[in-house]
């Protein structure tokens, strides 16, 4: 199960490194685009808004879904805990493309920061580590499918 999660992050997450480095790379060399700043004020806040989504309010608000969808279960296989943390990850790897869109369109500085640590945050805290996903599979109180008790009626 870690395995397919570190693999599914890393797919994730090499594209957007690349990118975020081809652009700058564009940027170092002056090929840049210039976005006229009505567009920018536009697209900044929303820009902003979405990497506090997908980084921080995305993935609280799944969890407690899936929390809520699970209360009265007294556990969840590992096959369902397996999707829930595919989705979670897929909904945090989302802000380092943001930091990549807010760095080729040269947002203010501020933002440009904010997005840059809320990608920072997602990329650290939602990696698959055996810790995390050992605390997870205690708090939902997961089970293999093998070591499910057997309903006898």
């Known amino acids: 199960m870690i395995s397919d999660l570190k693999r599914l992050y890393n797919i994730l997450l090499i594209p957007a490194v690349t990118a975020l ?3 700058y790379l564009f940027r170092y060399f002056d090929y840049g685009v210039k976005v006229p700043e009505y567009v920018l ?3 900044t806040p929303i820009i902003f808004v979405l990497s506090v989504f997908f980084a921080v309010a995305g993935p609280i608000f799944y969890r407690s879904y ?3 969808q699970k209360r009265n279960m007294n556990q969840v296989t590992e096959a369902e805990l397996l ?3 595919r989705k979670l990850i897929i909904m945090a790897m989302m802000t380092p493309y943001l930091t990549v869109i807010s760095y080729f369109l ?3 500085r501020f933002y440009l920061s ?3 640590l809320l990608s920072l945050y997602a990329v650290y805290y939602y990696y698959p580590s ?3 996903i050992t605390f997870d599979k205690k708090i939902f109180r997961a089970m293999d499918d093998e070591q499910r008790p057997i309903n006898q009626d």
Do not use: N, S, W
């Open 83 to 85: 999707q829930f943390e």
């Open 130 to 132: 055996k810790q995390r």
């Open 21 to 23: 480095l081809t652009v």
């Open 106 to 108: 040269k947002l203010p």
């Open 41 to 43: 004020a536009i697209v």
């Open 66 to 68: 899936f929390a809520h």
């Open 114 to 116: 904010g997005v840059i």
